[in-house]
């Protein structure tokens, strides 16, 4: 292996400390790999934005950061390293191994990657929604629930993150709409369940946000159109929430990798990619449904195979 000397050099990097990169890590540092996992904010992923969490066998009622946090503390107390910075990019180089780049400058080289970058909120993009982001329209029940207290609001989407967010901000708005474009939730029926049985909560189905209404002051409303009937009005909400899915954090990669119509990579059962050394886990990766408790499988099988593909690698290079 050569390297620049401002290069850090490790056996595996995993890049992206969600529940499966943090598996992962835990998993490396037992079977004593040199791995490091890099994540730009907080370990945990998703699960800071997440409230109550009751499908993860063994907790049947955990918060979300604290799940982050015992999941963080559970793999460095095994001795994984994870460094703070901003992926901005995968590169396989000609000797085989991949240079990992940063935006605050380190770089880092090892023959293998695991990716476990999960994905980017999606936007409306409709007018307003940017101009109001921040300013009523947000992306994130936890972070920004409390600041609608006693207040009438919109959640924008149909699938589990919606319906699991619009309960969740049940307990401080006084009246909520799920506005979905069509006529029936994606969303697992328990969470349909609890959306249909709570009083704060009115679905309004088949409708489109076609724009954000506010002032100087803040957002005042939304403008919508039916998509069945054509029937266009407004609904006056200060706030609005949108959980309409989110694209996958594969764009870091500066090599072409097999994916899907969504930019998930496809993997095989073994979590490889189709860049040997590469393997995914997690919400990146092309798959039914992206749990928690699937991240962390992905997470586990990912960083054996890593393990085997470095063994042999290492068998290659000695023969
Ligand atoms: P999702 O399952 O992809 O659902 C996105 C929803 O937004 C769909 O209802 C979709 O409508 C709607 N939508 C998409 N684009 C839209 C647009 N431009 N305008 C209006 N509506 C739009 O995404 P998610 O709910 O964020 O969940 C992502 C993944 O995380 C899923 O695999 C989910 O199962 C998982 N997750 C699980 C849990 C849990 O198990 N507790 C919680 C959160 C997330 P259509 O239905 O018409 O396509």
Not at 146 to 174: C, H, M, N, Q, S
Not at 274 to 284: A, E, M, N
Not at 290 to 311: F, H, S
């Amino acid at each position: 292996m050569t390297s620049d000397v401002n290069e850090r050099e490790f056996e595996l990097v995993i890049v992206g400390g969600g529940p499966a990169g943090l598996t992962a890590g835990m998993y490396a540092k037992r079977s004593e790999l040199n791995a490091v996992v890099l994540e730009r904010g907080l370990p945990g992923g998703q699960l800071l934005n997440t409230d109550l969490i009751d499908d993860y066998p063994g907790l049947p009622e955990i918060d979300g950061r604290e799940l982050a946090d015992r999941m963080a503390k559970h793999a460095t107390k095994f001795g994984l390293p994870i460094d703070t910075f901003t992926v901005k990019g995968i590169k396989k180089l000609a000797d085989g191994d991949f240079r990992v780049t940063t935006e605050e400058g380190p770089v880092y080289r090892a023959p293998a990657v695991i990716l476990t970058a999960g994905g980017t909120p999606n936007k409306l993009e409709v007018p307003g929604e940017e101009e109001f982001a921040g300013r009523g329209v947000s992306y994130c029940a936890i972070c920004d629930g409390a600041f609608f207290k006693g207040e009438t609001i919109a959640v924008a989407g149909g699938g589990d993150a919606a319906a699991e967010e619009a309960e969740f901000l049940t307990r401080y708005v006084e009246k909520l709409y799920l506005i979905h474009r069509r006529d029936q939730l994606r969303a697992q029926k328990i969470l349909q369940t609890r959306v249909f049985e709570n009083p704060k909560i009115e679905v309004i189905w088949d409708t489109v946000i076609e724009e954000v209404l506010g002032d100087l002051k803040g957002m005042t409303g939304l403008r919508l159109k039916n998509l069945k009937s054509g029937e266009q009005g407004t609904l006056d909400v200060t706030g609005l929430f949108v959980f309409i899915g989110f694209r996958p954090n594969t764009g870091l990669l500066e090599d072409h990798a097999e994916h899907d119509a969504g930019g998930y990579l496809i993997s095989d059962r073994d979590m490889r990619s189709s860049i040997p050394g590469l393997f995914v886990g997690g919400d990146c990766r092309s798959q039914l449904t992206r749990q928690i408790t699937t991240a962390v499988g992905d997470g586990t099988t990912a960083v054996i195979a890593a393990e085997k593909y470095l063994t042999e690698l290492k068998g290659a290079k000695a023969g």
